[in-house]
């Protein structure tokens, strides 16, 4: 079935995820003796991994198991398919009072920037209406309609913006406006924290000599959680009635509540033996709701990366499209896009026949969550439909299995 970017989870329910320490994330870089582990923020996969492993461990699974599940679901009870079916998006950073979402934040889009000079005066960019005003422009892209995305008011140096941004603040940017208020810093939400330890051996138990090592570790602040949810992946005709059915036998399981409970069951999360408390929200966040207007016959929209974007399209298509390039949702003209995001993984399946092996995951380079994607339709476009889909938020991975993960969650906006 080919992708839109309809998001693939249907009917969501809302996770918190509350740790009891430090968590900590591996990046996909490498490091030595003369080195530290650095952690990062969570990425699609690893709240992915946790949710199936819970379920794996409810439901009786081995990994082996697990693979080619909805192709192949002999040897499992009706109820146990549900684990093929079930996606995930998220994480993202929430403030919480009383087990309730106050607010929720995202980093800034990558096409909100300020002067140098002065933090407090935020611009806006947008594509260049005519290159003609910038002489010998040509895209390396490739592609012919892509266009610079500059600021031409003044020759003032400008900066990314790096406060994160509020619901406030995402309706403002999503509006095409220039946020006013819901600006926060990272470290009002988050902090890193370096640790150092010593290799334990697992013969003595003891600690070995000169094995010592440090990392740098996620503390969220207080009030501050994790926030993903959990639902049914979207899925073709062929495929409803046996999902229908499979649905019936998981709600009289037990649901999701069996699973996730609101007074919050303990589950591990990212290294190191990490733990945290998930628990169900009352509702699901409630995102903003944007429409894209007609100005003159053209509807222009922009969509932000609130999750990273991997591009399997760009080794298939032997380089012919960009690594940051997206599904097509209509005339692409412009790109904000910061420096790659380095993931990598552990894939429990593994391979090899009956007896599967665990492997880790090749690492590969993600569009990183912030980056801006510009689109134009024009008058040869039918402007009656809806620009890209009815919601705000939309999935522009193409991918089966990234989308179930969560990886391309991006929020639409006009420009």
């Not at 260049?128 to 003044?154: A, M």
């Amino acid at each position: 079935m080919q992708p839109t970017p309809t998001p693939v989870l249907d009917d969501p329910k809302g996770l918190l995820i509350e740790p009891y320490d430090t968590l900590f994330f591996r990046d996909g870089r490498p490091f030595g003796p003369t080195d530290f582990g650095r952690s990062q923020l969570p990425l699609p996969q690893t709240i992915a991994g946790m949710v199936r492993t819970c379920l794996m461990n409810a439901f009786g699974l081995k990994s082996s198991q697990i693979h080619n599940l909805r192709e192949n679901a002999n040897g499992v009870e009706l109820y146990q398919s549900a684990l093929a079916f079930i996606a995930c998006r998220g994480p993202w950073i929430v403030e919480i009072e009383n087990n309730k979402i106050k607010d929720l934040f995202i980093p800034p889009p990558a096409h909100l920037c300020h002067l140098k000079r002065d933090k407090d005066k935020l611009i806006l960019l947008r594509p260049l209406d005519d290159v003609n005003d910038l002489p010998g422009w040509k895209s390396s892209s490739g592609q012919n309609d892509v266009r610079p995305v500059i600021y031409t008011e003044n020759s003032d140096a400008i900066e990314a913006e790096n406060r994160w941004m509020g619901k406030d603040a995402i309706a403002a940017i999503l509006k095409g406006e220039k946020p006013v208020k819901d600006l926060i810093k990272p470290e009002e939400l988050f902090t890193w924290e370096e640790r150092t330890g010593v290799t334990i051996s697992p013969d003595t138990y003891t600690g070995e000599d000169s094995q010592l090592y440090s990392t740098r570790q996620l503390r969220l602040q207080k009030n501050i959680a994790l926030y993903a949810e959990i639902g049914w992946e979207t899925v073709d005709e062929n495929q409803k009635e046996d999902l229908k059915k499979i649905k019936n036998a998981f709600k009289s399981w037990g649901d999701f509540e069996k699973l996730f409970p609101q007074e919050g069951t303990i589950l591990p999360l990212g290294g190191e033996g990490r733990r945290v408390v998930v628990k169900q929200t009352t509702e699901p966040f409630s995102w903003p709701q944007i429409n894209v207007e007609d100005k003159g016959g053209v509807q222009r929209a922009f969509t932000w990366l609130i999750s990273p974007l991997i591009n399997y399209q760009h080794e298939r298509t032997n380089g012919e499209r960009e690594p940051w390039s997206p599904m097509s949702c209509a005339k692409l003209v412009g790109v904000v896009c910061p420096k790659p995001l380095a993931i990598s993984g552990w894939d429990m399946a593994g391979e090899g026949g009956e007896e599967r092996k665990a492997r880790p995951r090749p690492t590969k380079y993600a569009v990183p969550t912030g980056a801006v994607y510009f689109w134009e339709r024009g008058n040869n476009a039918n402007l009656d439909k809806p620009f890209i889909n009815n919601s705000t938020l939309v999935q522009l991975s193409e991918n089966a299995k990234d989308r179930a993960n969560g990886w391309g969650m991006a929020l639409k906006g006009g420009w």
